[in-house]
Antibody
Framework: QVQLVQSGAEVKKPGASVKFSCKAS????????MYWVRQAPGQGLEWMGWINPNSGGANYAQKFQGRVTMTRDTSISTAYMELSRLRSDDTAVYYC??????????????????WGKGTTVTVSS | DIQMTQSPSTLSASVGDRVTITCRAS??????LAWYQQKPGKAPKLLIYDASSLESGVPLRFSGSGSGTEFTLTISSLQPDDFATYYC??????????FGQGTKLEIK
């Protein structure tokens, strides 16, 4: 079955960086985009960006531009997201999610069909 | 950015009730809308995509409708397992994808 296994919880100090991993199994890793979404305590869902595992191309939400980097290692079917210059308001659960698409003509519309269990990051001095 | 607004924010209902959650987009998103269910401490789960397509394995009591700017998620007969928070998300425009603020479905 399709599964996304995320790395374990992290505690970081303000200004540090954190790198998350998301290991995919049960499907061809390069056939689906990978998305990253975060959720602050008691808050809603916030999209951070996506990576195309086939090409390595990525698109980031403007809010995180300059602080986030998404990469992948196709040899081990794993996607990574690094977030730098951490602040206390980056404390959240970070999810990876597989992107599936519908098409209309030559355009593709992606939604998130399978999610990892999430990685909790606590940023505190 | 496209803003997604859900109503109500909280909904109290009983097992067996029919409930409807509304999601409004700040501009037309055609039918490019998904609904997710999230339980405490768990990841979101896809229920509906393309506004009205039921994800495989999701019970038939869940249905979605709408297009343009107004969408609804309906649960025809609430079951105990359905008490959770529900989010809509637009994917008409990918930069950025945006979610509604969530609707918490509580037991009356």
């Amino acid at each position: 079955q399709v599964q996304l296994v995320q790395s374990g919880a992290e505690v970081k100090k303000p200004g540090a960086s954190v790198k998350f991993s998301c290991k995919a199994s049960g499907y061809t890793f390069t056939d689906y985009y990978m998305y990253w979404v975060r959720q602050a305590p008691g808050q809603g869902l916030e999209w951070m960006g996506w990576i195309n595992p086939n090409s390595g191309g990525a698109n980031y939400a403007q809010k995180f531009q300059g602080r986030v980097t998404m990469t992948r290692d196709t040899s081990i079917s794993t996607a990574y997201m690094e977030l730098s210059r951490l602040r206390s308001d980056d404390t959240a659960v970070y999810y990876c999610a597989r992107g599936r698409y519908s098409s209309s003509g030559y355009q593709y519309y992606y939604y998130m069909d399978v999610w990892g269990k999430g990685t909790t990051v606590t940023v505190s001095s | 950015d496209i803003q997604m607004t859900q109503s109500p924010s909280t909904l109290s209902a009983s097992v067996g009730d029919r409930v409807t959650i509304t999601c409004r987009a700040s501009q037309s998103i055609s039918s490019w809308l998904a609904w997710y269910q999230q339980k405490p401490g768990k990841a979101p789960k896809l229920l509906i995509y393309d506004a009205s397509s039921l994800e495989s394995g999701v019970p038939l009591r869940f249905s979605g409708s709408g297009s343009g700017t107004e969408f609804t998620l309906t649960i025809s007969s609430l079951q105990p397992d359905d008490f959770a928070t529900y989010y809509c998300q637009q994917y008409n425009t990918y930069s950025p994808y945006t979610f509604g603020q969530g609707t918490k479905l509580e037991i009356k």
